[in-house]
């Protein structure tokens, strides 16, 4: 079974660097084909994708958010961690991370996603 | 503005088939990318409801069904239950190498 859990400071203030970690077990993430992303959601609004970090450590990025975003993988602890620098109250957001998996060259769905951990941007 | 647009909100009673679209372009959906769906209960994750165009999860209801033709796809809910008040979400990858989601469809069962 798998199961991913997110976790990380629930208030952060403008300018800071976000750090989040997601936590994962029942695959691993140097299996041909893995990988996991990175997904939020603003209160009221909808998903967007922030970044993907497969299990060959290729990263692909969200092209709005490149410049602020960082993701690394430690394969022997089951962790991804994501970076996200200058943070602004905008970014406040819940925050998921989830499996994917490779198709044809391409990021497939989302099938199993972590519960979300709620990050406030705020002075 | 997000790249694949959706209707915000669609409404049936009980019993009740809807669709809700997702229109992309040439660059995702009209690509040959396939399509996924996923239904949000409020105050919960995402749930993988459909992947690859048409293609159930184990423990997905029947009910439940996707098709994609040209630039957009559709999911589609037939016998609608109470149960299926939620935002339902499509995704697809871009030819930018972006992964891109839906603004979302509140679905209300009268």
């Known amino acids: 079974q798998i199961t991913l859990k997110e976790s990380g400071p629930t208030l952060v203030k403008p300018t800071q660097t976000l750090k989040l970690t997601c936590t994962f077990s029942?695959?691993?993430?140097?299996?041909?084909?893995?990988?996991v992303g990175w997904i939020r959601q603003p209160p009221g609004k909808a998903l967007e994708w922030l970044v993907l970090?497969?299990?060959?450590?290729?990263?692909r990025y969200s092209p709005s958010l490149r410049s602020r975003l960082a993701i690394t993988k430690d394969t022997s602890n089951n962790q991804v961690v994501l970076a996200m620098t200058d943070m602004d109250p905008v970014d406040t957001a819940t925050y998921y991370c989830?499996?994917?998996?490779?198709?044809?060259?391409?990021?497939?769905?989302?099938?199993?996603w972590g519960q979300g951990t709620t990050v406030t941007v705020s002075s | 503005q997000s790249v694949l647009t959706q209707p915000p909100s669609v409404s049936g009673a009980p019993g009740q088939r809807v669709t809700i679209s997702c229109t992309g372009s040439n660059s995702n959906i009209g690509a040959g990318f396939d399509v996924h769906w996923y239904q949000q209960l409020p105050g919960t994750a995402p749930k993988l409801l459909i992947y690859?165009?048409?293609n159930r999860p184990s423990g997905v209801p029947d009910r439940f069904s996707g098709s994609k033709s040209g630039t957009s796809a559709s999911l589609a809910i037939t016998g609608l239950q109470a149960e299926d008040e939620a935002t339902y979400y499509c995704h697809s990858y871009d030819s930018s190498r972006s992964v891109s989601f839906g603004g979302g469809t509140k679905l209300t069962v009268l």
């Open positions: 989830a499996h994917t998996w490779q198709y044809r060259g391409t990021p497939y769905g989302f099938d199993v």
């Open positions: 970090i497969y299990w060959d450590d290729d990263k």
């Open positions: 690859g165009d048409s």
């Open positions: 029942g695959f691993s993430l140097s299996t041909y084909g893995v990988g």
